[in-house]
């Protein structure tokens, strides 16, 4: 209800929390009942990507980190970005997703009459890639950006890096160091501050003006933290509602970590500095940062390779995104009430998911068991995900994920 801990016995039928009754233990609690974690930014390759990963393998991992619903972005093969990609899509999530879903629709130059016919409760909302990431979508026309916000109340999720600014720095890199390749530390140069920051401040600028649903995506720097603020303390259009997301690798790794973890870390957009880092966290606190979130992005260890033009963007992470985020509750980041409203409740409000979030009567039954004394080993062998690998590999977090239950239904149990 407000992320406290309390000893409670829970019944549950039918999928529903029933009652919530104090118990008469007065213990500490030995482990920790917690409500599903909400993830609104995965890519589970479906269709089209089935060898990086797919539905079955990536829910899977889902539902072993805790993850009791995803959001799925449409850059997938055909994109999800007609009515029949959308119904494709859809059939293949019935049959082999493990934990509850939603699906975003893709929007390019010339389909947002179409997306906008779309039955509302068949879509968890619309994304714009308003720079181009992997899968090439991209949609950076401010007219339509404006016109989308204005005639949906649906959220509208966007990439947001400035498509010009990255070729002009990738150009420019290429004339100093001419080659085929550039060293992953060129990454965030290229996909630098300055392109996170003008896409950013466009797509503040026509939200202002129409309003309507926003969500920034994997928010990456300080500058553009400061930027969310002042436009949400700002007088804003009735109905218009401003939300920002920051995801687990940029709130985990910072820059340092390409000397260690090279192109394994490549991302889109880039992971930044320790100050932005710092600024990120800081972020979780004082409210600029709505949701965290995984942008779990998988891709084959042999398509990590090379550097900052010839490795793939993204990386996996939903198995390990509440672990990592109990992990910086250890070190004094954020507390579990924070963990709770970042990952469930924020989420579930944001995506009107009414009867999720929180656990409460009449509430559906999607939980997590976590033991808080017991440990995670990051091992190989223990990945879910298709792809086999993980950037926390070898890490060792002070929780470990016991069960996870969906609607009253054990989706993953621990051995
Ligand atoms: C994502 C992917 O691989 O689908 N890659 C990434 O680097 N984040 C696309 C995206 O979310 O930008
Ligand atoms: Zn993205
Ligand atoms: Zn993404
Ligand atoms: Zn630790």
């Known amino acids: 209800m407000d992320g406290a801990l309390r000893a409670v016995d829970i019944k549950v039928k039918d999928g529903v929390i029933l009652s919530i009754r104090p118990t008469a233990a007065v213990t500490p609690a030995k482990l920790w009942l917690l409500p599903g974690v909400i993830d609104d930014h995965v890519h589970f390759r479906e269709p089209g990507l089935t060898d990086k990963a797919d539905i079955e393998s990536e829910s899977r991992a889902a539902a072993a980190g805790g993850v009791t619903t995803v959001m799925d972005m449409p850059n997938v093969v055909p994109a999800t970005t007609t009515p029949n990609a959308l119904a494709e899509k859809r059939a293949l999530y019935d049959k082999h997703c493990h934990v509850r879903y939603g699906l975003f629709y893709g929007i390019t ?43 949906t109340r649906k959220v509208v999720a966007i990439h947001s890096e400035d498509e010009d600014i990255i070729r002009r720095n990738r150009e420019h890199f290429l004339r100093i160091h001419p080659g085929d390749d550039l060293g992953i530390m060129f990454h965030p140069m290229i996909r630098s501050t300055q392109a996170c920051q003008k896409a950013t401040m466009r797509a503040l600028q026509a939200f202002e003006m129409v309003g309507g649903n926003l969500h920034i995506c994997h928010v990456t720097t300080a500058t553009e933290l400061d930027m969310i603020r002042r436009v949400k303390q700002g007088k804003l259009p009735n109905n218009a509602h401003l939300t920002a997301e920051a995801c687990v690798g940029h709130l985990w790794f910072s820059a340092d970590d390409y000397k260690i973890l090279g192109s394994l870390i490549k991302v889109n957009p880039a992971i930044k500095s320790l100050a932005d880092r710092t600024a990120l966290r800081h972020g979780l606190i004082d409210g600029t940062i709505d949701i965290v979130a995984t942008d779990h992005a998988p891709h084959l260890l042999n398509e990590k390779k090379g550097g900052a033009l010839k490795a793939a963007s993204g990386m996996p992470s939903v198995q390990y995104s509440l672990l990592v985020m109990l992990e910086m509750m250890n070190h004094g980041i954020l507390t579990l009430p924070d963990i709770i409203r970042l990952m469930c409740e924020n989420p579930a409000r944001r995506y009107k998911l009414w009867d999720r979030g929180a656990i409460r009567e009449g509430m559906s039954a999607d939980f997590v068991l976590v033991d808080p004394h017991a440990k995670t080993d990051v091992e190989r062998s223990s990945i879910l995900s298709k792809c086999g690998w993980s950037p926390w590999e070898d890490e060792m977090f002070h929780h470990k994920i016991l069960t996870t239950w969906v609607q009253g239904v054990p989706v993953w149990q621990n051995s």
């Open 109 to 151: 130059d010339d389909n947002i009459e179409e997306a906008l016919r779309i039955p509302e409760e068949e879509i968890c909302g619309y994304k714009v890639f308003l720079g181009s990431s992997t899968g090439g979508m991209l949609m950076n026309d401010m007219e339509k950006l404006k016109y989308l916000l204005s005639h």
